[in-house]
C-alpha cells in the first residue's frame, strides 16, 4: 500500500513537472522577457531615484507609486504576487541604456513618450499612465505669479536628459528671453541647488515639480506657477523587440484603467466573479480566454486588481492622500470628464 | 625556432581578433532586434539644447558635433587650471613637508592626510553645495578687488573687451618665437664662450614690450566692461556685463586641485629626499650660491623623481574632471555621454568617442611629459 503512494506522488510529481516544463516552453516561445522573468521569479522594474507619489522607497525599501504599481501589476499578473520586483533606481541620464542594455524589462519612471524616444532608439511605449505638461517652480518671495514676468539673465535648474532641456531652450527661445540653463545628472541636486538660490526657477513636468516640492526645506515658500509649456504623457516603456512581453506590461495598465471605469476594486475583484456584466467577467477572469494569448492564465488580471488594485485606488493611494497631487485633472477616466481611455479588455 | 617565438604572439592576436568580433556581432544582432542603428550621422544634426558655460560661440540651433566641442573644451579648460594650481599648491606643500618647522612641517601633514583620504567626489559636493550655501545672494555680495562680486551665481568680474585683438595676439606669437631663439644663442654663446646673459630678464622685457608696443602704434586697445547688478524680480538679482564664472567651475577647480595637490606634494617631497645630502655639500664646496644649488644641481635630480608620478597624478585630474556632471559643470560627460546621448540614443557610438577623446587627451600630456622629462634629464656626457 505504502509502496503504491510512494509511486502515484512520484508520478504526479513527474506530470507537474513535465507540465510546468511544457507551460514554461509555451511561454518561452512567444517570449524571451517572460520566460527571464519566470525563471528568474522577479519582474526588473526601472524607476525613478525617488519621486514621491510615482516612484519613492522609504527607510526600509519598500518601493511605492503609481509607477511602482504598473510593475506591480506585472509581477501579479506573470509571477502571481505583485511584491516580485525588484525595483532599479535610475537618473533620467541613465534610464534608456539600462532598459537597452537588458539590466531592466520594464522602465516605469515618469518617461515621457515622444516620437524620437519610440521610434529611433529601441524602445516601445505601451501607453500612459499620467498625463502631464512641464511646468516652473519659483519662491514665493520673488513676487512672480506667471511666466510672462521671466526676465533676460533668468537661470533655470532641471535634470539632464529630459524633454524638459528640450522644452525649455524651445520656451525661452520663443518668448525671446536670453537665460542660463543649469542641468544636473541627479534630480536630488537640482532640488538642492534651486533650493540654495542657484536658480531663480526650477523647472520639470508639473507633477515632479509636486512631488519634489515636498521634499524642499520648506514647502511653503515655493510655488508652480500656472502655465504648462509642453505635453508630457508619461508612461512605461519596454525593449523593441519582444512583441508578446509589450503586450502583457500595455494590457496590465490597460486592466488598472479599466477596472476603475467598471467600479472593479481590489475589494470587491472576487465577488465581480459573478457579475451580470460580461466585460466585468472578462476583467476578472471569469469570462473568455484572456491570458492565453501572452502565454498566462486566467486569472492575470483578477490577481492585478486584487494585488495591486485599481488606477484610481492607486492614484488615491499615492497621489492624492498624499497631498501631492490631489486633483486628477486630466487623469480621470473619460467618462467622469478626463481623458484616461483604454481600449477594452475582450 | 622562430615560429616557436611568434606563435604566442599570433594566438593572442587571434584570441584579441575573436572576442573583438564576437562583442561586435552581439552587439550588431541586439541593435539590430532592438532596431538600433549605427551611425555618426547624428553628428550633424541640431544638439536643440543650451550650455550653461562655453569658451566658444554655442546655442541650440548648433550641432552635436559643435556641443562636443563645447564639452571637450570646458573638459580641457578645468583639467588645465587643475593642473597648474595643483602643481603649484603641491610643490608648496611638498617643500613644506621637509620643513625643519614643526608647525609648518605638521600643518602641511595634516593638509595631506586630510584631503587625501576623503573621496574626491565627497569634496566635490561639499564645495559646491555646503560653500555655495555660505556664499551671498547677488544682491547682497560685497565687492571685492574693487569691481568683483562672490555670489551664489557665481564669480562676476570685469570682462576685457578688445579692439584689434589679434594684432596683439599675433604679436604675442613674434615676441615667443623671438625669445626662443635668443634662448638658443644665449646658451650657444655660455657653451662656446662661457658668456652669462641675464636670460630671465632679456626674455621678460621682449615679452612685455613688443605687445605693449600694438597698444601704441598697433591701433590695439583695451577696455572693461563691468558687471551690474539686475533686478529679475523682487527678491531676485543676477549681474549682467562682464565675465560670470560660473560656481560649478570654482566649486569642481578647487576639489581637484586640493585632492590632486596632496599626491604631487608627496611625490615632491619623495623627490627632495632623494638626493643625496652629499650632492649639496659638494655643489656648496665648489662655489654655488643655494638658489644655484637648488636650481641646477638638486631640481633636475629631483625632477626625475618627480615627473613621473606626477604625471600620473595630471591623468587621473583630467579623468576625475570627469566628476563635473555631478555639479552641473558642463563637461564633455555631461555634455556629451550625458545630454546628447540621452537625446540621440547612440551609447554606443557617444561612449566610443567619449573614451578616445579621454584616451587622446591622456596620450597627449603624456608625450608632453614625457618630452619634458627627456628635456630636462641630466644628459650623461
Ligand atoms: N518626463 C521627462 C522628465 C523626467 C525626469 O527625469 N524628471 C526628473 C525631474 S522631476 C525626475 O523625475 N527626477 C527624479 C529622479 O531622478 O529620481 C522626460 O521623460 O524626459
Known sequence: ????????????????????????????????????????????????????????????????????????????????????????????????????????????????????????????????????????????????????????????????????????????????????????????????????????????????????????SNPDEHIVLPETISKEPLGPVVRQGDAVWEDIVRWSLNTMIEAEEYGITSANADSMKTSENPQVKRLVGAEGEMGAAFGLDNEWNLRIIKQVGNYGESYKRNIADTGILPDRGPNQLWTKGGILYVPPSR | MKLKKILPQLLTLLFIVLIFGFFTMNAQENMDTRGIEFGFGFLKQEASFDIQFSLIDYDGSMSYARAYLVGLLNTLLVSFIGIILSTLLGAVIGVARLSPNYLINKTASFYIEFFRNIPLLLQIFFWYFAALRALPMPEDAPLIFGSSFMTIKGLYTPAPVWNNFDIFLITLIIALVIIFFFNKFAKKKQEEEGKQYPKFLISLGIFVILPALTFIIGGVDLSWSFPELKQLALTSFTYEGGMGIPPELIALTLALTLYTATFIAENVRAGIQGIGKGQKEAAASIGLTPSQVLKLVIMPQALRIIIPPTTNQYLNLTKNSSLAAAIAYPDLVLVFAGTAMMQTGRAIEIVGITMATYLTISLAISLFMNWYNKRIAIKEK
Open chain 1, 1 to 216: 500500500m505504502f509502496k503504491y503512494v510512494k509511486q502515484l506522488t512520484s508520478l504526479v510529481a513527474m506530470v507537474a513537472v513535465l507540465f510546468a516544463f511544457t507551460t514554461e516552453t509555451m511561454a518561452a516561445k512567444k517570449s524571451k522577457t517572460l520566460k527571464n522573468t519566470q525563471k528568474k521569479g522577479f519582474v526588473r522594474c526601472g524607476v525613478s531615484q525617488g519621486l514621491p507619489g510615482f516612484s519613492n522607497a522609504d527607510a526600509a525599501g519598500n518601493w511605492t507609486g503609481v509607477d511602482v504599481d504598473v510593475c506591480r501589476a506585472v509581477a501579479a499578473a506573470v509571477l502571481g504576487d505583485a511584491n516580485k520586483v525588484k525595483f532599479t533606481p535610475l537618473s533620467a541620464k541613465e534610464r534608456f541604456t539600462a532598459l537597452t542594455s537588458g539590466e531592466i524589462d520594464i522602465l516605469s519612471r515618469n518617461t515621457t513618450w515622444t516620437l524620437s524616444r519610440d521610434a529611433d532608439i529601441g524602445l516601445t511605449f505601451v501607453g500612459v499612465n499620467f498625463y502631464d505638461g512641464q511646468g516652473f517652480m519659483v519662491r514665493k518671495s520673488s513676487g512672480i505669479t506667471s511666466t510672462s514676468q521671466f526676465k533676460n539673465g533668468i537661470s533655470a535648474c532641471t535634470n539632464i536628459g529630459t524633454t524638459t532641456e528640450l522644452n525649455m531652450r524651445d520656451f525661452f527661445n520663443s518668448k525671446g528671453i536670453s537665460y542660463t540653463p543649469v542641468a544636473f545628472e541627479k534630480a536630488d541636486e537640482v532640488v538642492a541647488a534651486y533650493d540654495a538660490g542657484r536658480c531663480d526657477t526650477y523647472t520639470t513636468d508639473k507633477s515632479g515639480l509636486a512631488a519634489q516640492r515636498t521634499k524642499m
